[in-house]
């Protein structure tokens, strides 16, 4: 399916997102990214079933204000904006990474979401620690410093712990995600790892078990930042018929370092 490059005016904030045209007769998918990346990790996915992805406030090519609300509700509100800008009532939800803000929104209406596929994202659930990268960005001046002192090399070196592949990432996905790597957003990191103590995370989850539509998640197992205990969890958490995918061997960008991660999501989402 052909992708669009889309812009508008929604809420206040400028917002970027990627459009391709759904099956006729299924609701979107709305697929929501995570930290540091942007609408660049579902173009793939976008051509096998169409659907909706945003570039989040404060990242890649959607605006950054200073203003804006970087947190679990605060992009909850952000995309209930978004899908009502666009005049979508149902829709089935991806989410990666801090994409899980997205289950905000999904608890306030669970009837609203068809199908719920969750891969690799930050858990709204008790018990989880905040992996090292993320305990400095929490941390006043230390965070701070850290975003002064990056660079496009420190990135890729960092990346090497992210994917499974020998080595750093790809210099394509480093490019993609540097381009945008800008004040604006090292701004919006901050602000949204500050305001998510793992107290917040445990009250942001505590009504999964109204989302009883089919679930699938999708997990590396060997994510670093993020233990595969959570994929069990969530499961328990969701109130419907929810399947499991571990894949060993994988870290947290699933679908780079399993492209066969993008059809499994994609007959999952479209059957």
């Known amino acids: ?25 299924r609701p979107p998918v709305l697929y929501v990214h995570g930290n540091p990346t942007s609408s660049d990790d579902w173009i793939e996915f976008l051509e096998r079933t169409g659907g909706l992805a945003p570039d989040l406030p404060g990242f890649g090519r959607s605006g950054k204000p200073a203003h804006f609300d970087y947190s679990i509700e605060g992009y909850s ?22 994409g899980a803000a997205a289950l905000g929104l999904a608890q306030r209406a669970p009837e609203r979401v068809e199908k719920l596929v969750l891969m690799n994202c930050v858990p709204l659930l008790s018990g989880y620690r905040w992996h090292r990268l ?42 993609k995600v540097w381009s945008h790597f800008d004040h604006g957003t090292q701004r919006a990191i901050l602000k949204l790892y500050r305001a998510a103590p793992t107290s917040v995370l445990e009250r942001a989850g505590e009504r999964l078990g109204e989302l009883r539509c089919p ?49 499994t999501v994609a007959d999952f989402l479209v059957s």
Do not use: C
């Open 134 to 175: 993320a305990r400095i960005w929490r941390t006043p001046l230390a965070g701070e410093l850290l975003m002064g002192l990056s660079t496009r090399w420190g990135f890729k070196q960092l990346s090497r712990e992210a994917t499974a592949a020998p080595g750093p990432a790809s210099d394509e996905f480093i490019d």
């Open 1 to 25: 399916m052909a992708v669009t490059d889309n812009r508008a005016g929604v809420g206040g904030v400028e917002i970027f997102w990627r459009e391709a045209p759904s099956p006729p007769g």
């Open 77 to 98: 509100n952000a995309l209930e904006a978004f899908l009502a800008h666009l005049g979508v009532e149902r829709y089935s939800l991806v989410v990666h990474d801090w």
């Open 215 to 263: 679930a699938l998640i999708v997990w590396g197992e060997d994510d670093p930042y993020i233990p595969a205990s959570f994929a069990s969890r969530f499961a328990d958490a969701l109130g419907g018929d929810t399947r499991v995918e571990l894949l060993h061997g994988v870290r947290h960008w699933p679908w780079i370092d399993d492209p066969g991660v993008v059809d």
